[in-house]
């Protein structure tokens, strides 16, 4: 069964900043999840990625399959951006239907 | 259209109550499943169907019985409510070859 770890479990900065949030997982997968979740809100889909990098405004996702690690960037950071950003992989490598095993989060703060 | 909706939104009920948590999908896909938000905003897999076949139970109290009518619905009984099953619960729908998620707007259910 897959473990995900995620790191920082909170971030603070200041707007512009960019900001990096980290997941490594233990099983080999063939894609990866970022989910972002504003406070009291739904979760929303940001990236699924199986190789290379990704792209959508100023979000960035990269992933390096051998070393079972991934990142979500965000440049120059905005209060908006102020969200919890989950990492996600399928619970075995095989993915399928078994479901998503999750990051405990990144609680990030952009401060104006 | 929303694409997960689940019903209702909020749910507040006394302890040893049974009740049930709807959810429908009009995306097509063929898997759904449910996802348990704690109050550390940890999220874990429940259960997941893959048209209309349970896969994955993921050591869940039998106190919860997932129904799935058909591929578009997946419901969630609760029987004798607990306190420790206050949560926020998902439903979410993929398509297995694709792995792309989508999640409904989540149930906050508060059991007094």
């Known amino acids: 069964k897959n473990e995900v770890e995620q790191s920082p479990q909170n971030l603070t900065a200041q707007e512009g900043e960019f900001i990096t949030i980290n997941c490594s997982y233990s099983v080999g997968i063939s894609a990866l999840h970022w989910l972002q979740q504003h406070p009291g809100g739904g979760i929303v889909s940001l990236f699924m990625l199986s190789s290379g990098k990704k792209k959508h405004g100023r979000l960035i996702a990269t992933i390096n399959i051998q070393e079972k690690h991934s990142s979500l960037h965000i440049t120059a950071s905005h209060p908006r951006d102020s969200a919890v950003y989950i990492c996600?992989?399928?619970?075995?490598?095989?993915?399928?239907?078994?479901?998503?095993?999750f990051g405990k989060g990144t609680h990030l703060i952009i401060q104006p | 259209d929303t694409a997960v909706s689940q019903t209702p939104k909020y749910l507040v009920t006394q302890m040893g109550n049974d009740k049930s948590i709807k959810c429908e999908q009009n995306l097509g896909h063929d898997t759904m499943y449910w996802y348990k938000q704690d109050s550390k905003k940890f999220l874990k897999i429940m259960f997941s169907?893959?048209?209309?076949?349970?896969?994955i139970n993921e050591t869940v109290p039998n106190r919860f019985s997932p129904k799935s009518p058909d591929k578009a619905h997946l419901n969630l009984h609760i029987n004798s409510l607990e306190l420790g099953d206050s949560a926020v619960y998902f439903c979410a729908s993929s398509q297995p070859s694709v792995y792309g998620y989508t999640f409904g707007s989540g149930t906050r259910l508060t059991v007094v």
């Open positions: 169907y893959n048209n209309k076949e349970l896969i």
């Open positions: 996600a992989a399928p619970m075995y490598s095989g993915g399928g239907a078994d479901g998503l095993t």
